[in-house]
């Protein structure tokens, strides 16, 4: 050894050497937390200083080491290492990896070979995407024996008389269907609605097509009853949708045309002269003459034609005979729902023998008196519940709200009820519990909601009112005197004041409570007191997910209690 010189003796697996190689291996990481924003404990922050990195040893890093999957994407998305994107196109278990990864490959010859010729379909498929040579694309379209390749080849193809052909020869409907949404040649796509077997991709093609010629020879002359019923929408020549309505064998071609029909003297003669009731309702929905829908109402024999007429009867005297005289109850109920005439209403409110022709009667009632008989006396829930929700009578509507058997009348009764007094005593005594919150939210007096916030001697009430409190110091004193914890929880839930959810989050005797407190808690100091002190090991555990001191989460990571350290574990993670 020459004289000045030392011999470096390596000193074990901790040595110079295996240090120096620690440190290499890190550098990246290293180099990572100083660019600006990749260092951040935010994932959004992080992305954005991803998609303008160009540090390539960085990128690889991310794309292969990065746990957030929208970080790794972008990464991948700057990579230029083809080495590394073929790799990552192959074997990555996220497909939107490989796609991407497929995408920024720049040898379009290797990406062919291997669409052509790799055995997995899987690889081939997703391969495929990257193809742009239309020779290979129509190799693959044609003769690939996985129809996922095919399929992926057809979303790439170009040429229109390759797509017809798979379209009407390829064995797989996926497929064929991908070539009908590529076509868009009018000539080609009328052949296969004209020759096609399929059903399916008849309609298909027909719905791409524009050309108002062949629309309407198909909407005439086709066998299919689809394929014509489908024209209806395309078609813009009244003759033709007149022809449709009134002369299609199919009755379901017809109903579709009628219903695109604006010609009343047509529609009129379908309604009253089709002998598929399907049409004549179709039909009788869109007529306006008021003598023909009479005579629909009147004298048709099928009750949904005769129902369908009168929802567009405006004559009084035809819709008072029906609704009062009528034997079919829903032809009566869509009169009752037409008509203005009070006394009339009045009446079928009052006598009809259907709960639901009465209620619909009672929907349509204006004058208070009529609306109060059938909303206290009706024997049916349903009619007194319809009447009730019109009602503006304070006096009838506390008698329904405090006594009606039915909650879902007294419900009707609350929601138009103004009376303070009243809602506070709905609010308390009543029974059910949505009639209850309904009292409490209608109330408008904030001095009365918390009065009984705070005095009522039933814990249930008290719990109830505190949830319509707006006074964050009236919530303060409840949520830390309260004698049940069930009051306390729920003002916890209105109060936003950090210092009052401190004082709860870690001196309330009931760890539901405190739990509620530390849900909203922000102090991170209060967090980690919490995190290292509470009895409760859920209470712990649940501040522990939210702590952002990672040097304390470290600590905690040793924690006696498993969960406590597999909580901050866990945090760490999301940190990290």
Request: hydrophobic share 45%.
């Amino acid at each position: 050894m020459q004289r000045g010189t030392r011999e470096v003796r390596p000193r074990g697996r901790h040595g110079a050497t295996a240090a120096v190689v620690a440190i290499a291996a890190a550098l990246p990481l290293a180099l990572a937390a100083c660019v600006s924003g990749l260092g951040s404990d935010d994932p959004k922050v992080r992305l954005a200083a991803v998609e303008t990195l160009n540090d390539q040893a960085l990128l690889a890093k991310l794309a292969t080491h990065e746990k957030d999957g929208d970080i790794r994407l972008a990464a991948v998305g700057r990579l230029t290492d083809q080495a590394l994107l073929l790799r990552l196109a192959r074997e990555d278990e996220d497909v939107s990896i490989r796609r991407t990864a497929v995408g920024r490959l720049t040898d379009h010859a290797m990406v062919a070979r291997i669409a052509m010729q790799d055995g997995d379909w899987q690889v081939r498929a997703l391969f495929t995407l990257g193809v742009a040579d239309q020779a290979v694309l129509t190799k693959l379209a044609t003769e690939d024996l996985d129809w996922h390749v095919r399929e992926a080849a057809v979303a790439q193809v170009s040429d229109q008389e390759l797509l017809a052909r798979v379209a009407t020869d390829d064995k797989e409907e996926w497929v064929r269907e991908a070539a009908v949404g590529r076509l868009t040649d009018e000539t080609l796509l009328a052949q296969i609605v004209i020759r096609g077997m399929d059903h399916d991709l008849r309609v298909a093609a027909f719905l791409k097509l524009s050309d108002q010629g062949v629309i309407e020879e198909l909407a005439s002359e086709d066998s299919d009853p689809e394929v014509r019923g489908a024209a209806v929408g395309k078609l813009t020549d009244p003759g033709l949708l007149a022809c449709g309505a009134t002369r299609d064998p199919d009755p379901l071609a017809r109903s579709m045309f009628t219903l695109r029909l604006a010609d009343q003297a047509v529609l009129a003669r379908v309604a009253t002269e089709d002998t598929d009731a399907r049409v004549r309702t179709a039909a009788a929905g869109r007529v306006t003459d008021q003598a023909v829908l009479e005579e629909i109402a009147t004298g048709d024999g099928d009750d949904t034609v005769r129902s369908a007429a009168v929802g567009n009867l405006t004559d009084e005297p035809v819709l008072e005979l029906l609704a009062t005289g009528a034997t079919d109850t829903a032809l009566r109920k869509a009169a009752a729902g037409r008509l203005t005439d009070q006394a009339v209403l009045a009446e079928v409110a009052a006598e009809d023998s259907d709960p639901l022709v009465r209620s619909a009667a009672s929907a349509r009632l204006a004058e208070e008196a009529a609306l109060a008989k059938a909303a206290t006396g009706d024997k049916d829930w349903q009619v007194r519940a319809a009447s009730a929700a019109k009602l503006a009578d304070q006096t009838v509507l506390a008698t329904i709200a405090t006594a009606d058997s039915n909650a879902r009348v007294r419900e009707a009764a609350v929601q138009r009820l103004a009376d303070q007094s009243v809602l506070v005593k709905v609010a308390s005594d009543d029974e059910d519990e949505a009639v209850r919150r309904l009292a409490v939210a209608m109330l408008t007096d904030q001095a009365i909601v918390a009065r009984v916030a705070r005095n009522d001697p039933r814990w249930e009430v008290r719990a109830t009112f505190v949830l319509e409190v707006t006074d964050q110091a009236v919530l303060a004193g409840i949520a830390t005197r309260d004698e049940d914890w069930h009051v306390r929880e729920a003002a916890v839930s209105k109060l936003t004041g950090q210092d009052v959810l401190a004082t709860v989050a870690t001196d309330d005797k009931e760890k539901w409570v405190r739990q509620a407190a530390l849900d909203k808690l922000r102090d991170q100091a209060v967090l980690a007191r919490i995190a290292t002190t509470d009895a409760d090991l859920d209470v712990r555990c649940a501040a522990v997910a939210k702590l952002e001191d990672k040097t304390l989460l470290t600590r905690l990571t040793k924690d006696a209690s498993d969960a406590v350290r597999d909580a901050a574990k866990k945090r760490l993670a999301a940190l990290h």
